[in-house]
């Protein structure tokens, strides 16, 4: 691996670089695979369902694994029991718990959040009263991140499709705002080598440019004393401390430092014009690739949000009765659009109309499924979410089964009883079949099936 030159130049003198050890670590060809739980669906036995090797420190839930197995040929990955992901970007779990009062009810956006992995990390941290505002700008990234929070099982969180500049109609809106900023990627060398070719000091000076041009179009959305978390993938100052220095600056925004413990190995530097802290992950120090993250508040006030909210059609008392046997949760509105039903937290319901009267909504809440004839036709989502009914009609599968399943393949199970049900493995649910007389319809979306075949045998040994 030949890093370039002119970057390694331009981080003499920062604070934690090792230009030997800095390449020695690259060179050397770690591959390093994390994952993250999900607390609400948890594992009984997750050290014999993944090779667990070692605690992520600066996150509860995360773990190193000793190898990198097929995720793909894991049931628990598609029931959503864990998010693979880079174990730095779980640092952002330390800005929220020092930061912010996680037990009280926030308004949060993840601004660029596809695939979902600081939306679900975010999910897991807030409380069930509080939002969730997942956006994304690219419009074909917002499929995997819809499955993504649907995996999750929360009930409490928006996805939407939406450049930074449209979040200027919400002011003094969110109580934390994250940009994890689209940025040069050196950062990502290790992991994605062909990012090298990619990389430039033009790239450096055009995506420092769009850094500020997404920062200043949503910060009128965060409230006064709001949370702004910063981060990038790249090693670059001018995308790092120098938007720190221009964030402080330009908007009066208050840098917020955070504690670290020295055995983590993450960097804390000083932004050259105001002496910002930042917080750095060099791969040379830390179980991770490169990341940087830094904190502010807003100090100034924006006129509030007064925004028309969006009129939504309830569930007749006879649709409501039907869905309520699906579901173990009473404080839910039940809402109606065009045939497809959708619950929402009763305490968000004001907060999600005026986010459907605003912004390009993908999806809500949890879909719920259409009726017909009398009879719910259940959505995937609701298989996967924390709110349905423990008494539902499940057929356990084998791990042979489960895959055939995902495959959306025949499978060789005889269901108790006829009818629409749940399926699960190892009592995680995976999603509906409808058995007949005579054949067992799978419905698992055919969007989300498994093509490829097997070939890992970690996974085939379960």
């Given amino acids: ?17 090792d230009r030997v050890a800095f390449q020695a670590a690259h060179h050397a060809g770690e591959k390093l695979t994390s994952v993250r739980f999900n607390l609400t669906k948890k594992i009984t036995d997750a050290e014999n369902t993944l090779p667990v090797s070692m605690p ?5 839930a995360g773990f190193y694994l000793q190898h990198r197995p097929s995720f793909t040929f894991d049931p ?3 029931a959503g029991c864990y998010y693979v992901q880079e174990a730095s970007s779980m ?3 330390q800005a929220l718990k020092q930061k912010t009062n996680l037990r009280q009810p926030l308004k949060v956006l993840d601004l660029s959040a596809a695939p979902g992995g600081k939306s679900t990390h975010l999910q897991s941290l807030i409380s069930n009263e509080s939002l ?8 074909n990234r917002c499929h995997i991140l819809n499955d993504n929070i649907i995996k999750w099982g929360s009930a409490n969180v928006v996805v939407t499709n939406n450049d930074p500049s449209a979040f200027k109609k919400l002011p003094a809106y969110f109580d934390v705002v994250v940009v994890d900023a689209p940025c040069s990627g050196s950062g990502l060398f290790r992991k994605d080598p062909e990012a090298i070719n990619e990389w430039s000091t033009n790239n450096v000076a055009l995506c420092s440019q769009r850094q500020q041009r997404i920062l200043a179009d949503v910060l009128p959305a965060l409230k006064d004393g709001g949370l702004l978390i910063y981060a990038t993938c790249s090693y670059s100052v001018e995308e790092d401390e120098a938007i720190s220095d221009w964030l402080v600056k330009e908007f009066q925004l208050q840098n917020e430092p955070l504690q670290l413990k020295e055995q983590w190995g993450i960097v804390e530097t000083s932004s050259p014009l105001t002496h910002s802290k930042g917080y750095r992950f060099f791969p040379h120090r830390v179980k991770g690739e490169g990341f940087f993250l830094a904190c502010f508040t807003k100090t100034h006030t924006e006129d509030v949000t007064k925004t028309k909210p969006w009129k939504f059609e309830k569930a007749t008392a006879t649709e409501a009765g039907i869905l309520n046997t699906w579901m173990y949760r009473t404080e839910l509105e039940i809402i109606k659009e065009k045939d497809v039903f959708f619950a ?9 109309m005026v986010l459907q009267a605003t912004l390009n909504v993908q999806y809500k809440g949890v879909k719920l499924g259409e009726i017909m004839k009398g009879k719910l036709v259940p959505h995937h989502a609701l298989a996967l979410n924390l709110l349905l009914a423990p008494g539902i009609l499940t057929t356990e599968l084998s791990y042979h089964d489960a895959i ?3 495959q959306r393949q025949e499978m060789n199970v005889q269901p108790v009883k006829a009818g629409w049900q749940a399926v699960s493995y190892q009592n995680q649910k995976l999603g509906w079949i409808n058995a007949l007389p005579n054949r067992i319809n799978n419905y698992y979306p055919k969007e989300l099936r498994i093509l490829k075949q097997q070939n890992d045998s970690h996974f085939k040994k379960l």
């Fill in 1 to 17: 691996m030949r890093l370039p030159e002119s970057l390694l130049k331009s981080l003499e003198g920062v604070k934690g670089f």
């Fill in 56 to 60: 992520v420190p600066w996150c509860d």
């Fill in 76 to 78: 628990l990955f598609h």
């Fill in 91 to 93: 640092f952002l779990e």
């Fill in 132 to 139: 969730l505002v997942s956006n994304e700008v690219i419009k």
């Fill in 344 to 352: 929402l937290p009763h305490q968000l319901v004001a907060d999600v």
């Fill in 404 to 406: 055939k399943y995902l």
